[in-house]
Structure formats: structure tokens, C-alpha cells
């Protein structure tokens, strides 16, 4: 017995999305795992021990600096507290029932439409940001939506988990493209890009990349046809990126700043006001940094913009939380999940949905990595679930199709 399609598109959309409060997620993923342990009569085989216990190291060594500090954020405590639990839940409900791989490939694409979708919406109805954002986590002040005229949070907290969700999309709709599903996922992959276009610019030098890459291994890959129509694609790529992105990459990078006439479709000089960015990621927000490395070792419990040590760097953020001990123990875990989710995805060849899904692990974990830089994504809600529910889900279904073991042969019998 699978865990219904319907569900598992809730389960997915809420864990990615977190609509209305991550708690209503806590509360569905409880409520989805005492209800398949119940139906399975407590009987569950539990997977995932290695995340489990990490998640929980984690939690007990923010325990313990706040017994050694006096004090700690409790919006700390609880985000770590909620991830624990929530990776718990994963387990159980993936011990307890098998998921269908083409089920929940259904329920990815249904979650990350709707958010490129979202994206689209509010390019053309800009007002509707206005509804969605609250639902969807938006704490800041209104006065930034009124700012942004053309940036777009779609089904997100942060113009940065907006970008990624949209790089994800791209990711995950190209990969079906290529095992031959189908134009309408080339066409999902196009509007995926342009989503991207239009919430941060991490997203944007992350999502050309991508583009640019696929283009390469295609022309290289293809028959002459294809060749031709992959270089032309490449050039209409650098072309673009040379009209419409040049600025806002020179922009970012403190050699000029936008002009008036440089405001295109894609975004406005009120969007990207602030200019070299990428030398403040490399030097003002590491200047929380600079403390006593035993400090920096143990953490403080606390979030570093609470205290005026402001930094976008999502590890940073992490040694403030729970220290260079409580980030190794992350790092380290979703180091180890890149390495079980390319193993396990050898064993797949037979199966077009499970490779899929494994492959998209592999990069999902990867960007996530590498977009940690940005802004805080790993071990968190949305982008940090839907990594683990995908290892899970890939661990669960790469132990299933392991041989049995062998029974020891008594012994004499080989004589007899």
C-alpha cells in the first residue's frame, strides 16, 4: 500500500510552501504519521537513522549552549527543535509506507508549477503579491513590496527561496525533457527560466549557468540538426544576457551602477538599488566573523541580525545559531546524503521515476549548498525539508531493492 497521491501532494506542497504557518505543516506531517502507523498496526522500518540522529545532535548542542550561555533566541530553539521533529515524521511516515515514485514525481511538479506559475501571475497582476505573500511567510515591512515593482516572491518568504524554488523548477522540469516526456516540459522549463529572471539576482547568475550548461551538452551531445539549433539557442542566450543582465551583473559587482535607461522588463533601479553586492558578500556581511573563534566554535543561540551583526550569509547565520561544531554536523550530513543519493541512483536504470527523482536530489542538495552562501536555505523550512523528504524517500526505495542476503551455509555441506 502507497501513501494516496492526493496526500502526498498536500504533504509535498505544504512542506515546500508552508502555507499560512510551518506549524499547520507540523501538525499535517504529525497527523499523516500516527495515521500510517495506526493502519500499519505500529509496525514501521525506519530509515534514515544517520539524518535522524544528526538533526538531533544538532538540537542537543544548541541544548547545550544555551545551558552555557544563560540564554537563547527561542525562535532558534524552536527552528531547530521543528526541524528535528519534522525529519522524525519524514522517517516514520516513509518507514511506514511505500511512496510511489511517479507519484510523487506528480506531486514536485504540481508544487513547483504552481509557484513559476504564482510568479507569472503577479508579473501581470502586481497586486496579487500583496495577497499571497502573508500566506506564504512574508514578514517584512509591505513598503518592499511597494519597492520592488518587478521582483517576485511567487509561493515564498524571501526573493532568495523564491529564486531557488524557480531554479528548482527549471532543474526538475528540464530533467523530464531529457527523458524524452515530452515538449510540454521543455515549455514548463522556458517559463521555469524566466521565473527565475524575476526574484534575485543569485538566482539569476545561478539559473543562466544552468542554461548555458544544458546548451553546451547539447551541442556536444546532438546530431548536426540539433547542433545547429543548440548553438543558435547559445547565441540568443548571449545575446540577451549582454542587453538585459549585463548591467544589473555590473551593477552587482560595484563597477557601475544602473541608469535610468537601463531599466528594462526584468527589473528596475528601485529593485537592485544596492550596488556591489557580491564584494559586500565577500567582506561587510563576513564582519560578524570577526570574534573569538572559541566563541565562533560553541555559537551564541541567537540570530546575528537581532543583535546588529547584520549578514545575508546563511553560514554565518548558522555559526551564530549553533556554531562551527553545530555547521560541520550539517555540512557533513548533506555531504553524506550527495554521496547515498549518487549510489543509489545506479540502482534506478529500470526505473525511469526513481532516477528522476535521485538525480534531482543530487542537484537539488547541491545548489542548495551552494545557495546557502546567499541566504539561509539548508536544514529549514521549504528548501531544507524537501531535501530531506527526498533522501528519505530515495534511501527507502534504494534499501527496498537491495538483494537479500545470502543464508550461511551450514556447515559439512559443501562435504556432503
Known amino acids: 500500500m502507497s501513501v494516496p497521491a492526493a496526500i502526498l501532494s498536500l504533504f509535498v506542497f505544504q512542506n515546500l510552501f508552508n502555507a499560512f504557518s510551518p506549524y499547520i505543516t507540523l501538525a499535517i506531517n504529525l497527523v499523516l504519521a ?19 540522529l544528526s538533526a538531533f545532535a544538532v538540537l542537543a548542542w544548541l541544548f547545550l549552549v544555551t545551558v552555557v550561555r544563560g540564554d537563547v533566541e527561542l525562535q532558534v530553539l524552536l527552528k531547530y527543535s521543528r526541524v528535528a521533529i519534522n525529519i522524525t515524521l519524514f522517517a516514520l511516515i516513509f518507514g511506514t509506507q511505500s511512496v510511489s515514485a511517479t507519484a510523487l514525481v506528480k506531486a514536485i511538479n504540481f508544487a513547483l508549477a504552481f509557484h513559476v506559475l504564482l510568479v507569472m501571475l503577479q508579473v501581470v497582476l502586481p497586486d496579487l503579491t500583496y495577497a499571497t505573500a502573508p500566506i506564504f511567510g512574508f514578514e517584512r515591512e509591505i513598503t518592499i513590496l511597494e ?5 517576485k516572491l511567487g509561493a515564498s518568504s524571501s526573493y532568495d527561496t523564491a529564486s531557488l524554488f524557480s531554479v528548482a523548477a527549471l532543474i526538475f522540469f528540464y530533467l523530464q525533457f531529457s527523458q524524452g516526456r515530452g515538449t510540454r516540459y521543455f515549455s514548463l522549463s522556458v517559463i521555469a527560466f524566466i521565473a527565475t529572471l524575476m526574484s534575485s539576482r543569485a538566482g539569476i547568475a545561478l539559473s543562466m549557468l544552468i542554461v548555458v550548461v544544458i546548451g553546451f551538452r547539447a551541442l556536444f551531445k546532438a ?25 544589473l551583473v555590473l551593477h552587482s559587482l560595484g563597477i557601475s551602477q ?3 535607461e537601463d531599466v528594462g522588463m526584468l527589473y528596475s533601479i528601485a529593485d537592485y538599488g544596492t550596488t556591489g553586492t557580491l564584494e559586500s558578500l565577500t567582506n561587510e556581511h563576513l564582519r560578524p566573523l570577526d570574534r573569538p573563534f572559541v566563541d565562533l566554535l560553541f555559537g551564541y543561540g541567537i540570530d546575528p541580525n537581532s543583535v546588529g551583526r547584520v549578514t545575508d550569509i546563511g ?13 560541520l554536523i550539517i555540512v557533513f550530513t548533506h555531504l553524506y546524503m550527495l554521496v547515498i543519493v549518487r549510489k543509489c541512483s545506479r540502482r534506478f536504470a529500470q526505473h525511469p521515476d526513481r532516477a528522476l527523482i535521485a538525480r534531482f536530489s543530487f542537484l537539488f542538495i547541491v545548489i542548495g549548498l551552494v545557495f546557502n552562501y546567499k541566504s539561509l536555505e539548508l536544514h529549514s523550512r521549504g528548501v531544507g525539508d524537501l531535501i530531506f523528504i527526498l533522501f528519505l524517500c530515495v534511501a527507502s526505495w534504494c534499501m527496498s531493492d537491495r538483494p537479500p542476503r545470502r543464508a550461511a551455509t551450514p556447515a559439512g555441506a559443501l562435504e556432503s
Do not use: N
Not at 500516527?34 to 535522524?52: D, I, K, W
Not at 539557442?233 to 538585459?244: D, L, N, R, S, T
Open 315 to 327: 553560514y554565518v547565520k548558522f555559526i551564530y545559531h549553533i556554531g562551527i561544531v553545530g555547521l
Open 147 to 151: 519597492e520592488f515593482t518587478m521582483r
Open 34 to 52: 500516527l495515521t500510517l502507523l495506526a493502519l500499519r498496526h505500529g509496525r514501521c522500518t525506519f530509515r534514515g537513522h544517520f539524518v535522524v
Open 223 to 247: 546530431t548536426l540538426p540539433w547542433k545547429v539549433v543548440a548553438a543558435s539557442g547559445i547565441g540568443a542566450i548571449v545575446v540577451f544576457a549582454y542587453v538585459f543582465i549585463s548591467p
Open 258 to 260: 544602473l541608469q535610468s
